[in-house]
């Protein structure tokens, strides 16, 4: 992992500098908390979604030029019409609802939380592109997978902080199981929908996306999640869960890049 910061870090660029600040203002987020009190991390969450989408757009900016701007738009409505869909219907993630915890909403789902889905979809691609190089189904798949693994981390966190509700509970620290089927599902579509775009406009969507800044982005998202539930907010089984399933995909990819 050294030699894939040094490698994309020198010299210096903008990607890197707003990694930097991104990673900063996670590391911030604790201490919010502790100064100001409970509550006060949703101001670190949402500068940390902010930081982090930054970055994801910066990386795409380099490679994809003209495409960035399609999947900056796609992906926030396509996930937020499958909240919508999902909060109002129980269809496909289960029965949930938002609580009024985060503002603004739309059609009462969060506008951070489709910007969630921007910051974390491409760095799930550049995972599929790595593994399953050449293998658009497989390469889809995988990415919607990794996609879905680092909502194991995800959901009980959010469920802790009251960000929202699940109704009947369930048999992962009281998350339906269905909800993460429900993840697969939905990031499979999209990713599949914006490879087909990219494919009609002659774009080879995951050999183009930069593997190693989005690769990075995945792996420090791994690493924080873990630290953050298991040593500051007390989430221990789900820090554990969370770090095995991410970590799948990381083992991965050292054995398939030769790290």
Do not use: C
């Not at 990673?23 to 604790?30: A, G, Q, T």
């Not at 969630?116 to 497989?138: D, F, R, T």
């Not at 009609?200 to 989005?214: E, K, R, T």
């Amino acid at each position: 992992m050294i030699d894939l910061i040094a490698s994309l870090y020198r010299p210096i660029t903008v990607v890197s500098i707003l990694t930097g600040a991104w990673v900063l203002v996670m590391v911030s987020v604790p201490i919010v908390r502790w100064v100001a009190g409970a509550g006060a991390e949703r101001v670190g969450i949402a500068a940390g979604v902010f930081a982090q989408v930054a970055v994801v757009i910066a990386a795409l900016a380099s490679s994809l030029a003209w495409f960035t701007v399609v999947i900056v738009a796609l992906i926030p409505v396509l996930g937020w019409a499958s909240e919508v869909l999902g909060s109002k219907t129980g269809v496909p993630f289960g029965d949930y609802h938002y609580t009024e915890v985060l503002q603004p909403q739309v059609a009462h789902v969060p506008v951070l939380i489709p910007l969630a889905w921007l910051m974390m979809m491409p760095p799930a691609w550049a995972v599929g592109a790595v593994l399953a190089p050449g293998m658009p189904l497989a390469q889809w798949a995988i990415a919607a997978a990794a996609f879905t693994a680092w909502d194991v981390y995800l959901d009980p966190l959010m469920v802790e902080w009251d960000f929202w509700r699940w109704k009947r509970g369930g048999a992962y620290l009281g998350i339906p199981l269905v909800n993460y089927v429900g993840w697969f599902i939905v990031a499979f579509a999209i990713t599949a929908a914006l490879a087909l775009i990219a494919a009609a406009a002659g774009i080879a969507l995951f050999d183009s996306i930069p593997h190693a800044p989005l690769i990075l982005v995945f792996l420090v998202t791994w690493l924080l999640q873990f630290i953050g539930q298991f040593v500051f907010w007390g989430l221990r089984t789900s820090a554990i869960a969370g770090f095995v399933a991410m970590g799948l995909f990381a083992a991965a990819m050292v054995v398939r890049l030769g790290w």
